[in-house]
C-alpha cells in the first residue's frame, strides 16, 4: 500500500505562486503515473494534472493549463505542482494520487490518494 504526503500548501495572494509536493513511500514510485486533484468546499474532487513514469507525458485540466506544471524526481520519490498566476478560484483541498498504470494520466486512471494539502489564495 502506497502511502502519499503532501506539503507545500498555504495563503497566497491571487496572482502569486506556490509548489505542492508529494513523497510517496516504497520502491515502484516510478512505475506508476502521478496525478493531483482538487476539491473546493461544496464540490466533487476535480483532477487538475496527471504525470507519466518518466515525465515524458503530461496533461491538464483546461483550468490550469498555462499556469500549472506537474514534474516528478523518481530519485526522491516525489511529484510536484507548480502553480503560478494563482486565483481565488483555485482554492481547495489539493491531493496527490498515484495512477493505475504508467502511462495512463486521464482523470480515471487513479487509486491511491494522500490527506491533501490547503491552498487558499485571496483576492
Known amino acids: 500500500q502506497v502511502r502519499l504526503v503532501e506539503s507545500g500548501g498555504g495563503l497566497v495572494q491571487a496572482g502569486g505562486s506556490l509548489r505542492l509536493s508529494c513523497a510517496a513511500s516504497g520502491r515502484t514510485f516510478s512505475n506508476y503515473a502521478m496525478g493531483w486533484f482538487r476539491q473546493a468546499p461544496g464540490k466533487e474532487r476535480e483532477f487538475v494534472a496527471g504525470?507519466?513514469?518518466?515525465?515524458?507525458?503530461?496533461y491538464y485540466a483546461d483550468s490550469v493549463k498555462g499556469r500549472f506544471t506537474i514534474s516528478r524526481d523518481n530519485a526522491k520519490n516525489t511529484v510536484y505542482l507548480q502553480m503560478n498566476s494563482l486565483k481565488p478560484e483555485d482554492t481547495a483541498v489539493y491531493y496527490c494520487a498515484r495512477g493505475t498504470t504508467s502511462w495512463a494520466i486521464q482523470p480515471g486512471y487513479f487509486d491511491s490518494w494522500g490527506q491533501g494539502t490547503q491552498v487558499t489564495v485571496s483576492s
Open positions: 504525470i507519466n513514469w518518466s515525465g515524458g507525458s503530461t
